[in-house]
């Protein structure tokens, strides 16, 4: 069983910076791209920015320059340094991993979602 937990979310002041974590554990065998994705009430889901195990990144397009998204592959670890907050970054950020199990299975997992909110 794999499972994604994240961490770092939380209230912030406009202009301020935060960041997320998210860990994978679990029967894993090898995790091929980690990313992020955000839910804004009343929203769809979106691509905030992904990873590659060899260290591409690709971003969503209006957050290039103050999101950062960052990888330990030792760890199974995903990072999501973000700057300059404004009100239309809260949502729920949710944690991705497309990665291989046991039996050669490969598929897409996703953690339970952590809370931005950044208000003054």
């Known amino acids: 069983q794999v499972q994604l937990v994240e961490s770092g979310g939380g209230l912030v002041q406009p202009g301020g910076s935060l960041t997320l974590s998210c860990a994978a554990s679990?029967?894993?065998?090898?995790?091929?791209?980690m990313g992020w994705y955000r839910q804004a009430p009343e929203k769809q889901r979106e691509l905030v920015a992904t990873i590659t195990s060899g260290g591409s990144t690709n971003y969503a397009d209006s957050l290039k320059g103050r999101f950062t998204i960052s990888r330990d592959n030792a760890k199974n670890t995903v990072y999501l340094q973000m700057n300059s907050l404004n009100s239309e970054d809260t949502a729920v950020y949710y944690c991705?991993?497309?990665?291989?199990?046991?039996?050669?299975?490969?598929?897409?997992?996703w953690g339970q979602g952590t809370q931005v909110t950044v208000s003054s």
């Open positions: 991705y991993a497309n990665l291989q199990t046991p039996g050669l299975t490969r598929g897409n997992y």
């Open positions: 679990g029967s894993i065998i090898r995790i091929y791209v």
